[in-house]
């Protein structure tokens, strides 16, 4: 089963809107990471955040993380009809060397 | 310019047509790794590499093989394509630290028909 499970599945905002996604994990972590994907392109890493980290910022992203509640979310800030893409989480469980698990992803449209 | 560079971009084949897709990086990577994406199911891969010579299965590895003889390459290797394997392949490295981010190729989408 997936590692990390993203939360919505799609998300449609008005550009200058707020969006927010959310990402699950079963295990332990080193670190969760998110990535962009463009439509049928490569996935491009945004932001890491380690497990002994509650917030990160870069730029307009936002990324929290509750261990406690093995989750965590991104925001994006101010969106912009160049930020609609597909959203992915990916989580660095402990022991597991480099790999990276991904969740399904959320796939966010930004309307002009 | 650092990156990942797939080939072919697209390719549509036969069943039982043996094929490979090459994969390069000019970052010095020590780790790579092979990934498959598929509609409602994400990405899920196939194999890893930690190192030259050094390759693992990862969670979907039937019908699939690698090799690693040079630390820049990381072909795969479909030996006997089905209809299953239609799938957008992607490449990723990474400096090898765990958890480090991985850079990705542009993908290859595979047609087997």
């Known amino acids: 089963s997936q590692q990390g499970e993203e939360d919505p599945q799609a998300l449609s905002i008005q550009e200058g809107e707020n969006a927010t996604m959310n990402c699950s994990y079963k295990?332990?972590?080193?670190?969760l990471q998110w990535y962009r994907q463009n439509s049928g392109r490569g996935l491009v890493h945004l932001i890491l955040?380690?497990?002994?980290?509650r917030e990160k910022h870069s730029g307009r992203l936002r990324v929290t993380l509750d261990t406690s509640k093995k989750s965590s979310s991104l925001l994006i800030t101010a969106s912009r009809a160049a930020d609609t893409a597909s959203y992915f989480c990916?989580?660095?469980?402990?022991?597991?060397?480099?790999?990276?698990?991904f969740g399904k992803g959320i796939t966010l449209s930004v309307r002009p | 310019e650092a990156q990942v560079t797939q080939n072919p971009r697209y390719l549509i084949t036969v069943t039982g047509k043996k094929l490979t897709v090459t994969c390069s990086q000019n970052?010095?990577?020590?780790?790579m790794s092979w990934y498959r994406q598929d509609p409602g199911l994400g990405l899920r891969q196939i194999y890893y590499?930690?190192?030259?010579?050094?390759?693992d299965k990862g969670d979907v590895p039937e019908g699939y093989k690698v090799s690693r003889k040079e630390k820049r390459n990381f072909p795969l290797i479909l030996e006997s394509p089905s209809p299953n394997q239609t799938s957008l392949y992607f490449c990723?490295?990474?400096?090898?630290?765990?958890?480090?981010?991985?850079?990705f190729g542009n993908g290859t989408r595979l047609t087997v028909t």
């Open positions: 970052m010095n990577h020590e780790y």
């Open positions: 990723a490295s990474s400096p090898g630290q765990a958890g480090s981010p991985l850079h």
């Open positions: 295990t332990s972590i080193n670190n």
């Open positions: 990916a989580s660095s469980i402990t022991g597991a060397n480099s790999k990276l698990t």
């Open positions: 590499s930690m190192n030259v010579e050094v390759t």
């Open positions: 955040i380690r497990s002994n980290e």
